[in-house]
C-alpha cells in the first residue's frame, strides 16, 4: 500500500489546521444566517397576519421559526464547512511551493492561518496618527527555518514576506509582559545588514491562538537554529584548535628528526675523522744532532 494519504485524508489534515477562531467564526456566521432568516419569516409572518387579519397565521409561522432557523443554519455550515478547509489545503500546497523554490530544508508547513500583514512604514517607527498605513491580508505559513506570507490575488498569489529564522528575524508581542495571554499583535523586527536598524512589520489575525502559537513556534526554532549554529561554530573552533595542534606537533617531529638527523651525520663525521687520523702514516720524528 502507498504511504501518500489520499485526497480526503489530506482534506481532513487541512481542516485539523484550521484554527479555533475561524471556525467559531463560520458556526457564527451560521447562526446568524438562520437568524436573519427567522427574523424575515417572523416579519412576513406579521405582515400576512396583518392584511388577512388571521392570528393562525401568525402562530404558524412561530412554530415553523425553530424549523426554518436549525434548515438555514445547518445548510451554511454544511456550505461552509468544506470550502474552509479546501482553502487551507490550497494555502499549504502554495506555501510548500514557495518553500522548495526558496530552498527551505524542511517543506513541511509547522503553522498555517490567515493574518493582517502591515509593511514597515520606517526602521522602528510607529505611524503616525494621520496615516493610513497599508494592510494586506495573507497568509502566514511558518517552516522549520523560514516564515513566508503571501496574498491571494485573481492572477494568482503574491509573496509579501519571506525570511528566514534566527539572529535577523527577531519576534515579539504587545502582550511581551504577560505570557499567558494571547497577543493581538505580533512585531516583527527585520534585521539586514545595510541598515542599522531592523525594519519592523506588524502581524494581526482574527485567532489570536494562532498568533500565539506562531510566536511561540518562531521563538522555538529560531533558538534552535542560534544553538546550532552556536554548535557547528564550536565544531569548526575545536576542529581548527586541533588542527593547528596537529600541524605543531608535526613541526616538532620533523625539527626532532632533524636534529636527530644532524647529530648522526655530525658523529659519522668525527668517526672518519678518528678513523682517518689512525690510517695517516706517522712522520720520523728528526735525530738528535751529532756534538
Partial sequence: MSDVPSVNEQIAQAWSR????????????????????????????????????????????????????????????????????????????????YARHYNTADASVKVLFKGIVTPPTGAMQEPSPGDSPKKVSV??????????????????????????????????????????????????????TDVDEPTRWTLQSICPQALATCLRKVQFYSEQI???????????????????????????ELLRIEEERQAHELAKRQQLNEELAEKAPTKPEPAAPHP
Wanted: with cysteine; charged share 25%; hydrophobic share 45%.
Fill in 139 to 192: 497568509w502566514v505559513a511558518l517552516f522549520g527555518d523560514r516564515l513566508i506570507m503571501f496574498s491571494e490575488h485573481p492572477e494568482g498569489a503574491r509573496l509579501e514576506f519571506l525570511q528566514s529564522l534566527g539572529e535577523q528575524l527577531i519576534v515579539s508581542s504587545d502582550t511581551a509582559g504577560d505570557p499567558d495571554m494571547a497577543p493581538d499583535i505580533i512585531f516583527l523586527d527585520v534585521r539586514s
Fill in 18 to 97: 484550521v484554527p479555533a477562531g475561524e471556525r467559531r467564526e463560520l458556526a457564527t456566521r451560521a447562526n446568524l444566517k438562520g437568524a436573519q432568516a427567522c427574523l424575515l419569516a417572523l416579519l412576513f409572518g406579521t405582515t400576512l397576519a396583518f392584511c388577512f387579519k388571521e392570528n393562525t397565521i401568525l402562530l404558524g409561522m412561530l412554530a415553523l421559526l425553530p424549523v426554518l432557523y436549525q434548515v438555514v443554519a445547518t445548510r451554511e455550515w454544511i456550505e461552509g464547512k468544506p470550502r474552509l478547509p479546501i482553502s487551507y489545503f490550497v494555502a499549504e500546497k502554495a506555501a510548500a511551493q
Fill in 226 to 252: 542560534r544553538a546550532e549554529k552556536q554548535r557547528r561554530a564550536a565544531l569548526a573552533a575545536e576542529k581548527a584548535r586541533l588542527e593547528q595542534e596537529r600541524l605543531e606537533l608535526r613541526r616538532q
